[in-house]
Structures are given as C-alpha cells and as structure tokens.
C-alpha cells in the first residue's frame, strides 16, 4: 500500500477537525463531509462514498436541521447533551477513520478511534460542562445564546475542515487548550461555591 505522508496529513487535519465540530453538534459536520464528497470530491474511504449520496444528505439535512432547533428548547438541550456525548464519541471516530482510507484498516480505525473519539469527547465535555454552568447561573436564559454559539462553531469549523485544513487543524488543539482552561475554572468556581456554603 502506497502512502502519501503529506496527504494522510492533511486527510487527519480534516478529519479530527470534523470530529472536533462533532463535539458542538453532530449532524453540522456529518452533513458538510456529505456535502463535501458529493460537490467537492473530498477524498473518504471508498466505501464510505454513500455519504454522499441524495438519501444520506436529506437524511443528514433533516437531522442537522432537528438538533439545531431542539438545542433552543429549555431543558430539552440539557437532555441532549447526555446523548450527545456518546453520538459524538462515535461521529468522531466515523468521520476521523474515514477519511484515512489509504491507511491499513487497522491503523485507519484506530486512528479514528482514538483521535476522533477523544478529540469530539473532549469538546463535547466542554461544552456540556458551559451549558450546565450557564442553566446554573441563569435558570436556563442564556442556553439559546451558548446554543447558537455553539451552531456557529460547529458549522464554522467543519467548513474550514474542508476547505482549509491546516487552519482549522490549528483551531482544534487552541480550542482543546480552551476547553481544557475552561473546565478547570469551572471546577474552582464550584469548589468555591461549596466552600462558601459549608
């Protein structure tokens, strides 16, 4: 099997950036890798060319657009974000392997596995962790603003996973940095709360 070093490359830029969107909303940046092997002949897996067929983009569209709107319902967003974190593990690991299909299935999928998994849990946890945060501080008011940065994000970043790879692969470890930073805090802000109440 011949593999170009440079092109793996850019093909796990693409994918662990996809798989970072993941962790804002699933189906935005499964959606744009539909779209971008159906208009822009974005080089997957052979096998995975279903993705960009007219069934999986309506099917993909019509769940994009549902997750986006259900993010704006109080308390029904909470609930999404405990099945988000596993849908995003999986999302990830798809999107990440699949776009390694030059590699040796064996190390394609691991390489999913553990980089697209991790990368989508990881933003996935930190966005869990914000929206708690915020449905704490403002009995749910600010969830439809942290949403829709969330969207924005989510669909920001799979697009410039397209089209720009090495940026966005940039954007992913500042954003796990970020994530990593924000979790912290916010571990401390409750630790404090506690000991001011005990």
Known sequence: MNIDPLQTGLALCVGI??????????????????????????????????VGSDIAITCLSV????????????????????????????????????????LPEWLQWS??????????GTVQLGTTAVRAASTG??????NPIVSTIENILSAIGSILA??????????????IFLTFFSLRK??????K???AHA
């Open 137 to 142: 501080s403002s009995a749910g008011l600010g």
């Open 17 to 50: 950036s996809l798989a970072a969107a993941c962790g804002f909303r699933i189906f935005v940046p499964l959606l744009v890798m539909a779209l971008g092997v159906r208009l822009c002949d974005l080089n997957i897996d052979p096998a995975l060319n279903w």
């Open 186 to 191: 916010i571990r401390a802000l409750i630790r």
């Open 63 to 102: 769940a994009t657009v549902a997750e986006i709107l259900a993010y704006y319902i109080p308390f029904v967003d909470n609930a999404l974000d405990t099945i988000a974190g596993p849908a995003a593990l999986v999302a990830g690991a798809f999107i990440t392997g699949g776009m390694l299909g030059d």
């Open 111 to 120: 390489t999913g596995i553990v980089a697209g998994a991790g990368v989508a």
């Open 162 to 175: 397209v089209f720009l790879p090495l940026l966005a692969a940039a954007g992913t470890v500042l954003l």
């Open 193 to 195: 709360r506690k000991e």
